[in-house]
């Protein structure tokens, strides 16, 4: 199973998650992103990297594979961004309370063991008004399509290293003290709905005033 999850699918992976369809939500998500500095968990093999706008100079690439992040590797030549990769899972962030500007996520969310504790952790170190951008795959808003979700869900889980087709997303993301601010639901076009309803948009770390 290692051999599978640290090999195969690293080196398989960009023939199906770096396609066009799949691509124009990485653009559609990543162009609204106006830090420089952000912070991305589930890193993978960095295929988001060509879709950054030209505001971000630094990359921080956090992933708990380091399989996917030896493909990454191969991708950093660009010297337009400053990347680092650091191979950890984001259950647990190596950085202060409330440093950090921005957070991404694409397709990563599905796939963390513990969600409640990495989604914990993106409140913990963004800085107050800091943004968690995010486009993830989850559960669908037809009761047929979850149906069927939680029914191959452990079947997913399998064949996809860890990947959870009925994972609520808004829910998740609200449930950490995120504040959703904008959102998108949506089908993928050319994706069975099991896997393809997206929760794609931004969520915000606001600052409560006591007075
Ligand atoms: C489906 S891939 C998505 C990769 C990339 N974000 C993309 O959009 O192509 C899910 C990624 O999440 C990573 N991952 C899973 N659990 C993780 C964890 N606890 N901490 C950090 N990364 C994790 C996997 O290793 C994998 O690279």
Redesign the pocket.
Known sequence: MKFYSKVIIPFF?DFS?DSEHINEG?KSILNKVKEEKVL??????A??LKFYPNNVNHIIG????EG?LKQAEKKISDDRIKVEIIH????TLPFDDNSIEAVV????L????NVNL?LNEIFRVLKPNGRYYFLEHGLADKPLTQKLQHLLNPIQKVWAV??NLNRDIKALIENSGLKIIELKNYYMKRDPEVVGFMYEGIAVKEVKSYD
């Open positions: 992976y998650m990485r991305e968990i589930g890193f993978g093999t295929i988001n956090i992933d708990s594979n996917m950890q899972s984001s259950e996520s694409t397709y990563t599905c796939s963390i063991k990495a860890g990947c």
